[in-house]
């Protein structure tokens, strides 16, 4: 039951990474068919030109239902190809080409809903914060200035110099400057090393006097570039400033809950900081890190893990623009820093969103170090990057998506209108203008999808119970009501039970049980490891050393550390009845009994001396062998002979089995006439059974003529 269980339930929630092993699950998903499917985080199964087995898996699925249902936060992540991959998982005929389609294309399909957090804020108001931006003016120094000079007084071979255009490497080496002088001092030694593979070449004359003419100007840049270190550079100071000593942070290095996320386009810029960092603000080993795309995906994970964990050291998080997608920084960070302007709206979403996004507990605080020049040219083009963050919050406040300003849909795309105005001079009121929203017709999709606006509860919450609605009825201490019947308190003591009386014939098994805080330890078995050989790797616990809790909040706390550390799974599990490890045991019990045994009760309190009771359990299944019908009694017979059947809940008053423990009295039974009995209480059983199967028949004819209409 525990490897295809959604031929057994009408409703399953199975996680991506476990069907998709198809070696267990292909041929039961080609063999089942659903009327609705839904994918949670579906930009997960993506195809970005691997043909990952998510993406395979999916396009399965949409093969296999009526109905198909992807969700994410996070839909296109900048590639054209793989969102295409998404709307075809949909739709095969929604997109021709892949590489070539306009917003058309899906929107009129009606494939794509969307849901800005504006539209749900008064549905979760606790889940958001509204952030408090800080924009800080940084006045370049001497050096800063005479460098910005010396980049606009680069030329270019080949290009032809036309009143108020630059060429786009010109733009590029800007762009480096505006990171870091490290970042344009990488970018100009990468150029002459081309310039001098280009001489070598044997040139033209004029190619050769253009060459030269380019090399000398950007050595000129280097030089000027080299007169500025961490102590002249006017941002990084900024930097140390906003971060130790000044508005808005007054960060304490020492303090576990401080954290800080520092963001910068260039790799190198990175790196400049890292070193200057840890120098200036006297951070121990450990204390600052990085995270880049050149890192593999455990070595970012395990970035990503230890800034989320209360008990390590990380205080600082220095990132490439590589973590601004798909990464929770939110659960231990509420502070971010832009050291270096993104040059794209959707960066500048992409990065605040690691940390004000839903579940943040504190107000997000964002820093903008804008740096703001005395030369006309420079301030001009940083004038339009401003716009650009102005545009985003813009967004943030009143649109949802910042992408309705440029259209596009890709970094990429977004990056180059931002290059080529700057590279034809563009004025910034111009650019402001150029920027114009494009109608969003996803809210009036959404409103046709959802029929109007829901209707809102007391006080205006739209979570709110209705008036006059019906509360889930409770019991008088509180309780759920019919909570199933037991002999044991509560699951633990049922498990611990259980481990006890199989420990009788396999002594090797160990466990340890802590009833003070409601958790079992357990060495796996080899044949509870074969179970896990169905699940994910993630799921099975290091060493095979299963930790359980049965206290909820223990649970919560521990899947609260698990997100905050990225972690795949807890690293303690939830015991509850449809747990791997919980039907194991049921299984392993179930096993202790024999063909033709039978559990009987004789010579214990309420029973009278010559009075035996069969107990018995009868199932009946629909046809998926899910089980319709459950019913526990009991055959009493006195003397030999039958005398009446008997509900569970009266064995159980009569013994008070539930309630204390019962001891072995060591009375002997006449085990020869049990054996000859048992045919016998196995028919009355049946017969005893058939009431409670007609009743549960009746009270479910209504209801299924109902939905059968």
């Not at 990474?17 to 070696?23: F, V």
């Not at 931006?133 to 940084?138: G, R």
């Not at 990464?327 to 302007?341: E, F, S």
């Not at 005893?688 to 199967?693: G, K, N, V």
């Amino acid at each position: 039951m525990y490897i295809i269980p959604f031929f057994y339930y009408d409703k399953a929630i199975i996680s991506i990474d476990t069907l998709k092993q198809d070696s267990e699950y292909r041929a039961y998903l080609e063999a089942a068919h659903w009327d609705i499917i839904v994918i949670d985080e579906a930009h997960n199964v993506a195809d970005r030109g691997t043909s990952s087995m998510r993406s395979r898996l999916a396009k399965l699925l949409a093969k296999r239902s009526d109905t198909l249902i992807m969700l994410s936060a996070t839909p296109h992540d900048g590639r054209a190809r793989s969102f295409t991959s998404l709307m075809n998982i949909l739709d095969p005929t929604a997109i021709t080409d892949p590489s070539d389609y306009v917003a058309e294309d899906f929107r009129a399909k009606g494939l794509v809903v969307r849901r800005f957090k504006k539209d749900i804020r008064s549905q979760a108001r606790e889940a958001f914060r509204d952030r408090r931006v800080h924009a800080v003016p940084v006045p370049p120094g001497e050096a800063e200035e005479r460098a910005y000079e010396a980049l606009l007084g680069v030329t270019v071979a080949g290009f032809e110099n036309r009143a108020g255009c630059r060429d786009l490497f010109v733009v590029g080496l800007e762009k480096a400057l505006f990171s870091s002088p490290e970042a344009c001092r990488e970018t100009i030694v990468h150029r002459l090393g081309k310039s001098e593979q280009q001489i070598a070449k044997n040139p033209t004359q004029q190619e050769s006097e253009a060459l030269a003419e380019e090399m000398r100007s950007l050595r000129n840049l280097l030089t000027a570039l080299h007169a500025i270190d961490r102590g002249t550079d006017s941002r990084y100071k900024s930097l140390v400033q906003a971060i130790r000593h000044g508005r808005p942070f007054r960060w304490k290095a020492n303090d576990p809950d401080d954290r800080i996320v520092v963001f910068t386009e260039r790799i190198a810029t990175m790196q400049w900081l890292v070193d200057g960092l840890a120098k200036d603000l006297k951070l121990q080993e450990g204390q600052i890190a990085k995270l880049h795309g050149g890192m593999s995906d455990i070595d970012q994970k395990e970035v990503v893990e230890s800034f989320g964990n209360r008990e390590r050291k990380i205080r600082l998080l220095v990132c490439s623009d590589v973590a601004s997608e798909g990464i929770n920084l939110h659960y231990r960070c509420h502070r971010l820093i832009h050291y270096d302007m993104p040059w794209s709206l959707m960066v500048f979403q992409q990065r605040n969103g690691r940390i004000d996004r839903y579940g943040q507990k504190e107000i997000p605080k964002i820093v903008y170090l804008v740096s703001v020049s005395d030369n006309a040219t420079i301030r001009g083009d940083q004038r339009i990057l401003e716009i650009l963050r102005e545009k985003n919050e813009q967004a943030y406040r009143n649109i949802g998506d910042p992408s309705v300003f440029m259209n596009v849909h890709e970094t990429e795309a977004e990056e180059k209108i931002t290059e080529e105005a700057i590279a034809r001079g563009e004025d910034a009121k111009e650019f402001d203008v150029r920027l114009t929203p494009q109608s969003n017709d996803a809210d009036d999709l959404m409103a046709l999808v959802l029929g109007g606006v829901p209707s809102e509860g007391e006080n205006g919450d739209p979570l709110a119970t209705d008036k006059g609605a019906t509360p889930t009825p409770r019991a008088e201490d509180g309780k759920e009501p019919f909570s199933p019947l037991s002999l044991f308190p509560n699951d633990l003591a049922y498990i611990k039970a259980g481990l006890h009386y199989l420990r009788r014939d396999h002594p090797t098994l160990n466990f340890e049980v802590d009833a003070a805080s409601g958790s079992i330890k357990l060495d796996s078995p080899g044949d509870l490891q074969h179970r896990y050989n169905y699940f994910p790797q993630e799921v099975r616990p290091q060493d095979w050393r299963f930790e359980l809790t049965a206290n909820k909040e223990t649970m919560a706390r521990v899947v609260g550390d698990s997100r905050k550390q990225e972690r795949d799974w807890p690293r303690k599990h939830f015991l509850w009845r449809q747990s791997p490890v919980v039907e194991w045991l049921n299984d392993r019990l179930l096993a202790t009994f024999g063909r033709h045994e039978a559990p009987v009760m004789a010579g214990v309190s309420g029973l009278e001396k010559d009075e035996f009771v069969f107990a018995f359990s009868g199932v009946v299944p629909n046809r998926k062998s899910h089980p319709l019908v459950c019913v526990w009694g009991a055959a009493v017979f006195r003397g030999g002979n039958f005398e009446d059947c008997t509900t569970l809940e009266t064995l159980l008053l009569r013994t008070g089995l539930d309630r204390h423990h019962v001891p072995n009295t060591g009375a002997e039974a006449d085990i020869r006439m049990l054996q000859k009995l048992l045919p016998e209480a196995v028919e009355w059983a049946g017969i005893c059974a058939t009431p409670s199967i007609e009743s549960t028949n009746r009270s479910w004819r209504p209801r299924l003529r109902t939905w059968t209409l």
